[in-house]
């Protein structure tokens, strides 16, 4: 199964370049108090908030286990991280099926 889902970060590159730096970014976050994590791009131009604003707190905030504060950071956190897992489960389920063959 370990070596199906490398072929599968391989097949799709560009998925395992956005795990590895948000990995390392969030790991770098939590246990060295580093933030390499990229900035907003509209609140620096507009000042203003974008609706995605805070996703990446909240994100963590789960990971924490820490479910009011997620919710406090951005409340689209529980619709996007289940979609974005459904996708991609649905994703790596036909490239199996394309393996397999």
Known sequence: MFIFVLKYLRHHWIYALIIGYFGIAIGLHLFADIHILIPCVWKAISGYNC???????????LLQLRWQEAWLENPLIYLIVPVLIALTLRDFIRFWRLESR
């Open 51 to 61: 609706p995605g604003c805070g996703l990446t707190h909240a994100f963590i905030a």
